[in-house]
C-alpha cells in the first residue's frame, strides 16, 4: 500500500533520515520503533508532506506522492495523529471531533457513534473542554478526531507518550480493533517497544536516521538487538 524508498530528510545542513525504506502492507499494523532522536517523527512528517523530502520516494497504491502538498495527501486517504496529540483544548470533543471532518459533507451521526463505541468515556464526555480532558483522554480524542477523516492509512507517533501505563494498554487494545474492524492500515511509531511489538505484524527499527533492522513481529520480539536496547533487556 505504502513505500518508502531511500528517504533522506534534512533540516538545513543535518540529514536526518538517511536512505531510509519502509514497506507498508494494506491492512496490517506496521511499527518503527528507535529512541530518542532516531527520526520516526522526521519519517511521519514527511510521508505526510509535511517536510520538504530532499531524495527518495514516497508511493501509495502506485501513485508517487513524494512532496505533495499536505491536504492533497490527507485527500488520498493518509491522516497523523501527531506527536504530543495537538488536539483544539478551547473547543469541546465533539468540536474537536467535527474539525476532523472538516472535508466531508453529510451526516457524522454513525461516525461519532462509531468513535464513541471504541472510546465510551469520549461519549459521556461529549460537551467537555478538551484541554480539560486527562492525558489519554486526549490521545483517545487525537485517534477519534482523526477517524473522523476516515483514512485508509493511519499513521500515530508514540500515541503511549506521557500516558498512565494501564491507559497505554488499553490505547494499544483500541488501534488493533480500529485495524481489524475498519481495515485501517497503521504506521505505529513506538519507543515502547514491548507494546507496540505485541499489536505489530511486522517492524522496523530505527537509528540515528537508519533502518538497522526490519522483521516480522514475533522475531524482533526475540532478536539480541532489540531485547538489550528496547526491551529493557527482558
Ligand atoms: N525542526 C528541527 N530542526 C532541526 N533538527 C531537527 C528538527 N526536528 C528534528 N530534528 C533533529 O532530527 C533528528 C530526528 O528527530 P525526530 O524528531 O524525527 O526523532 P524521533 O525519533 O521522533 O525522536 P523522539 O522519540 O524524541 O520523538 C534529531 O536529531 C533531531 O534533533
Ligand atoms: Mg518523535
Do not use: C
Not at 27 to 53: P, V
Not at 104 to 113: I, Q, V
Not at 194 to 223: C, F, K, M, P, Q
Amino acid at each position: 500500500m505504502l513505500e518508502v524508498r531511500d528517504l533522506e530528510v534534512a533540516y538545513g545542513s543535518i540529514t536526518a533520515l538517511h536512505r531510509i525504506s519502509l514497506r507498508v502492507e494494506k491492512g496490517k499494523i506496521i511499527t518503527l520503533i528507535g529512541s530518542n532522536g532516531a527520526g520516526k517523527s522526521t519519517t511521519l512528517r514527511a510521508i505526510s508532506g509535511l517536510l520538504r523530502i530532499r531524495g527518495g520516494e514516497v508511493w501509495l497504491d502506485g501513485k508517487q506522492i513524494t512532496n505533495l502538498a499536505p491536504h492533497l495527501i490527507v485527500a488520498l486517504g493518509i491522516t497523523q495523529v501527531p506527536e504530543g496529540r495537538m488536539i483544539f483544548p478551547n473547543l469541546t470533543v465533539i468540536e474537536n471531533l467535527q474539525m476532523g471532518a472538516y472535508r466531508r459533507k453529510g451526516n457524522l451521526k454513525a461516525d461519532y457513534e462509531y468513535v464513541y463505541s471504541i472510546f465510551p468515556i469520549l461519549g459521556e464526555r461529549e460537551k467537555q473542554v478538551a484541554g480539560t480532558l486527562s492525558g489519554g483522554e486526549q490521545q483517545m480524542l487525537a485517534i477519534s478526531r482523526a477517524l473522523m477523516s476516515k483514512p485508509t492509512f493511519l499513521m500515530l507517533d508514540e500515541p503511549s507518550l506521557g500516558i498512565a501505563p494501564l491507559l497505554v494498554r488499553t490505547i494499544f487494545e483500541k488501534i488493533l480493533e480500529i485495524n481489524r474492524q475498519l481495515g485501517i492500515t497503521i504506521l505505529l511509531v513506538e519507543q515502547n517497544a514491548n507494546l507496540a511489538l505485541e499489536i505489530a505484524d511486522y517492524g522496523y527499527v530505527l537509528e540515528t536516521g537508519r533502518v538497522i533492522l526490519e522483521d516480522r513481529s514475533e522475531h524482533l520480539r526475540t532478536n539480541s538487538i532489540v531485547r538489550e536496547s528496547y526491551l529493557g533487556g527482558a
